[in-house]
């Protein structure tokens, strides 16, 4: 029998995942053999893991840019600026999600090392997911990301949408995974490899006659069925709002931040560096699930009288955004469309993660007091909560001198480079469409009377470490609007990934 | 006139326009940092920050440098390279007296009207919108200003939203979303013009100056281009059936927000049509006239009639505003020297004299509550000073030679007559009705024996005559001396149609005279006409 060959593995590169492993197994077996810690200190070590790994990010960003970007553990992971950027998306969001759940779950009383643990968990396999290079690694990181997601939806244990959340997430999700999972097959069935830049390489070299590429084609409708769920594009979009209302809110910003993140950069890598030649006919079925998603998730949006559900379908039209700069991608020689996605994401990554907390605090004891009414007279009650999710709202809306608006603006500067007017078009005036729901929001907040019932509603309580988040976020939201240009510079340096 | 004329070398040591901008900024994040207990110093920050920033404007005036066409004080910095979007801020005749009229209309707004509660938000909203509203006007790279233009929607959704009257939600609501539209196209074709342009500058950016001297759109491109930037232009001005959200937002918004929003806000339309719309696209501009002159008269007699239906006084006033706009864009489409900057002087005018008259009709609601015309009556028994102060605003906004309602509109028509003749010929019944719906109002509302309700109506105090004071000072300087006032205007104006007639072809000078070196000639032929047409006013003032 011969010798395995086992493959050089180049530490540094996945010293960011082995820092977050190492984070979630201390939590989860340290906490598990301990009575229950102080106040906060669940969050305050997850996010004493994640700092480690945004800096070890931060030096391989460094790295890559000397030294060029890297395939490790033979061919298996990318380690390039796409990978990177994401990476420092996932964990910056997961430090975030994890203050804001801090007091959460003592509100809820669900205080315990295990939700933190999960959230560790889903981040390695979103990070697997972001730099996989193999289609077997991406599943792994999908699934990963994915059981970890389902249990954290379900984890509000006296809450049956918080059960009935997780079941749905969990069928629907093993359906979607079924479908990537075939995918995979049929694409190694036609092009004999796994690895992704080895099937570019070899799609690169091979002339297809009259139907012979039937398989390729097909694997890919079902690869983009799969990821399509995962980043919730209509018409793979009917879990989301059940599931974003159901959820324990900081876990809706998990899946709307760092479950997006993971499966948008994995869905670019899978087009541009597997599929690249295959890009017309990728990019037609993008382009519709784009202008599905925008128009679709904004009207749908402004129907709902839950705020959770209402920034569900909003989700849904942000992921048609985030499509659009996919679709540009997908043009020959572009150069805008990546970047503009991945700008989009880390832009709206923290976006949403504010929004989601300050949603999590209004919805006082028992997280089910979501609708528009419970932001009633919130303005009075609690100023500053309510003055940063105006930021917030107006920030989604694509309102100027926040990030939604560079967000959108990079968006649709590489749809018009690619001369793509028309999904250009669309997508502001479904952007206006969805400005109702947000002012809908707002309206309640600012502008509407009290009623009779509203002084003896619970208060609206804001504990510090959420705070610390909420003002994160609206600096950050703040600043990267006016000063956007070092975000941008990253983003476009992502361009160099490995093929 | 030019006393301070050493204007350009000052002002590059000072960037005067940045701090156009920035000083309401501050102020309004100031007035968020006082106590709430001390409202008057709270009032009296905002207050400074807004004279200072008025000050300025003043400032800006006195050292503009008068005879030249071109961006002056300007201000010009990178600021996101990575896309080619720079802070280029800059200010000519088109647009310095809008900046002025901003400068000056804010502390007016701010003395003159109280919000009753909530002062503080309130305050510091009004200065942002202040920073918005000069940060548009003062604009010239074309993301620079869709972000100001934008921006400027947040401060008077929440200023119509909260301190608005019974129906005010919904005509936030419906300001916000109406406006929202067309700068949703506006953005496409930002983005599209500098992408389209990059191929010939030879690099994205979206200065304005450098797109319009450095690119040429092909016919079809331009016009689509400029429909694109038109829509968003033509929702703000408000053109007729755009024009819907004016009424509602006008009537519901209180009385400071009124006076801005037809003072300035409007305005940002009809300076965006000549400034972007005529400028970047003058072929564009030029092939869709007849739809925007057709436009234009509809407003104009649109307007008219609606307002005299009105049984609201507020609600009258509103639709005026869209008579009186539809003025300025049926000047600004007729091309000639006359007709633009006749809509420049018009943009100005009507704020003063708009802006004046919600502010009276404001006046009118704290004392009585009520803005129906059937409810007031007689007023002028026992409000004399009062019922004088509206009746020179009044006079002004019918147009009324001598007062300077009529300079600009005067301007408009006679600068439209060899262009555009037949649309001039309908528009002018414009101002007969314009006469007809304020005159009746006037009456119904001062004439006549003062009912038990209406007798107690006070007469007009001490801190209001001094905030109308400056409006009607304006009303008759401008109306009997435009001069100073026209011959800073003319020159960019001058530039801009000559421009339009080289890439286009189209005739926009009345007379014989072919362009090329006539400038000196046609400088002075326009300066006597401007002369005479003052001696004339005086004559009948």
């Known amino acids: 029998m011969p010798p395995i060959d086992y493959p050089a593995i180049d530490w540094l590169a996945v010293s960011p995942m082995i820092v977050v492993l190492v984070g979630a197994l201390v939590l989860l077996v340290v906490g598990s053999l301990t009575r229950m810690w102080p106040r906060s200190l669940y969050a305050l070590v997850t996010v004493a893991v994640v700092v480690p790994a945004v800096i070890l990010e931060m030096v391989l960003w460094n790295r890559v840019g000397h030294e060029g970007p890297v395939s490790i553990v033979d061919d298996a992971l990318s380690i390039d600026r796409l990978t990177l950027f994401a990476w420092i998306g996932i964990t910056v969001a997961v430090g975030l999600v994890a203050l804001s759940t801090s007091e959460y779950l003592r509100r809820e009383e669900l205080d315990g090392p295990e939700t933190y643990a999960m959230y560790l968990a889903a981040a390695i396999g979103a990070m697997v997911m972001a730099s996989a290079n193999d289609f077997v690694v991406m599943f792994l990181g999908l699934e990963t990301l994915s059981i970890a997601l389902y249990v954290l939806a379900a984890s509000h244990r006296r809450r049956a949408e918080s059960q009935e959340s997780g079941l749905k997430y969990f069928v629907l999700g093993g359906f979607a995974s079924a479908f990537f999972l075939y995918g995979i097959a049929l694409l190694y069935g036609s092009t004999g490899t796994t690895n992704l830049s080895g099937m570019g390489e070899f799609l690169r070299g091979q002339v297809f006659l009259d139907g012979d590429d039937a398989m390729l084609l097909a694997g890919l409708a079902l690869l983009l069925v799969g990821l399509g769920f995962k980043i919730a594009a209509v018409p793979f979009h009917f879990w989301t709002p059940d599931v974003y209302q159901g959820a324990p809110t900081p876990t809706t910003s998990f899946m709307a931040s760092i479950g997006k993140f993971a499966a948008f950069a994995a869905m670019l890598r899978v087009l541009l560096v597997a599929l690249p030649t295959r890009a017309d006919d990728w990019r037609p079925v993008v382009w519709v699930m784009a202008i599905a998603s925008v128009v679709i998730g904004s009207i749908l949006a402004v129907a709902q009288t839950d705020v959770k559900r209402m920034l569900a379908y909003s989700s849904i039209s942000h992921a048609g955004f985030i499509l659009i700069g996919v679709e540009a991608a997908g043009h020959s020689g572009d150069t805008a469309g990546l970047p503009s996605a991945l700008l989009y994401l880390m832009l709206y990554s923290v976006l949403v993660v504010g929004t989601f907390t300050v949603i999590s605090l209004v919805s006082r004891t028992g997280d089910g007091r979501t609708d528009l009414a419970s932001f009633r007279g919130l303005s009075k009650e609690r100023p500053a909560l309510a003055l940063a999710m105006t930021v917030f709202l107006f920030a989604q809306a694509g309102m100027p001198v926040t990030s939604g608006f560079i967000a959108k603006f990079g968006v649709i500067k590489a749809a018009a480079d690619n001369q793509s007017y028309a999904v250009a078009i669309v997508a502001m005036v479904a952007s206006v469409i969805a400005a109702v729901l947000y002012l809908r929001i707002m309206i309640s907040m600012w502008l509407s009377d009290a009623e009779t019932g509203d002084e003896t509603r619970e208060k609206v309580a804001v504990p510090f470490t959420s705070a610390i988040v909420i003002l994160a976020a609206v600096i950050f939201t703040i600043v990267a609007g006016v000063f956007p240009g070092w975000l941008i510079d990253a983003s476009r340096d992502a361009l160099a990934v490995v093929r | ?541």
């Open chain 2, 1 to 541: 006139m030019s006393l301070l004329a050493s204007g350009t070398g000052e002002a590059l040591s000072f960037p005067i326009l940045t701090a156009l901008v920035l000083v309401p900024l501050i102020g309004a994040i100031a007035t968020l940092f006082t106590t709430a207990r001390r409202p008057e110093i709270t009032k009296m920050v905002a207050l400074f920050s807004s004279v200072v920033t008025g000050g300025m404007s003043l400032w800006l005036l006195a050292s503009f440098e008068t005879g030249d066409a071109g961006f002056q004080f300007v201000s010009k910095h990178e600021w996101i390279q990575s896309w080619g979007i720079g802070w280029h801020l800059g200010v000519d005749g088109i647009s310095l007296f809008l900046v002025v009229l901003t400068g000056v209309l804010f502390p007016l707004a701010i003395v003159g009207c109280d919000p009753h509660h909530d002062e503080k938000p309130y305050l510091a909203w009004i200065l942002m919108l202040e920073a918005g509203v000069m940060g548009s006007f003062l604009s010239l790279d074309l993301v620079l200003f869709f972000l100001f233009f934008e921006i400027v929607l947040v401060p008077m959704y929440f200023l119509i939203g909260r301190w608005g009257y019974d129906q005010r939600v919904y005509a936030a609501t419906k300001f916000f979303l109406y406006t929202m539209v067309g700068s949703a196209f506006m953005l496409v074709g930002i983005v599209t013009t500098a992408l389209l342009a990059s191929d010939q500058l030879g690099g994205v950016t979206f200065d304005l100056v450098e797109i319009a001297e450095g690119a040429n759109f092909a016919a079809s491109t331009g016009r689509w281009l400029f429909f694109a930037f038109a829509i968003a232009f033509a929702v703000k001005v408000p053109l007729f059936p755009l024009h819907t959200w004016l009424p509602d937002a006008h009537t519901q918004a209180p009385t400071a927000g009124s006076v801005i929003l037809a003072g300035v806000l409007l305005k940002l339309g009809t300076y965006g049509l000549v400034r972007f719309g005529v400028y970047l696209f003058p072929e564009a501009a030029v092939w869709s006239r007849e739809l925007f002159l057709t436009l234009a008269v509809i407003g104009i007699l649109w307007g008219a009639i609606a307002a005299t239906m009105q049984t609201d006084l507020k609600r009258l006033v509103a639709y005026s505003s869209v008579a009186h706009l539809g003025f300025i864009v049926l000047g600004t489409f007729a091309f000639t020297t006359e007709a633009i900057s006749g809509g420049v002087m018009q943009m100005v005018n009507h704020g003063v004299s708009t802006g004046a008259l919600f502010l009276l009709v404001g006046m009118i609601y704290e004392r009585r509550h009520t803005r129906a015309i059937a409810e007031l009556k007689g007023l002028q028994k026992v409000a004399p000073i009062f019922a004088a102060a509206f009746m020179v605003v009044m006079l002004s906004s019918i147009g009324v030679p001598g007062l300077n309602g009529f300079v600009g509109e005067f301007l408009v028509l006679i600068g439209s007559f060899s262009t555009a003749r037949w649309w001039v010929v309908i528009g002018t019944v414009g101002v007969i009705l314009a006469a007809l719906y304020l005159l009746w109002a006037y009456q119904r509302v001062f004439h006549g024996e003062p009912d038990e309700a209406n007798s107690s109506f006070r007469e007009l105090r001490l801190r209001e005559g001094a905030v109308l004071l400056p409006f009607i000072g304006l009303i008759v300087f401008c109306g009997l001396y435009p001069k100073p006032m026209l011959d800073r205007i003319e020159p960019s104006v001058k530039v801009l149609l000559e421009r339009v007639e080289e890439r286009t072809g189209f005739q926009t000078s009345t007379g014989d005279h072919s362009h090329g070196d006539m400038h000196g000639d046609s400088d002075d032929e326009s300066h006597g006409e401007s002369h005479d047409e003052s001696d004339n006013e005086k004559g009948e003032g």
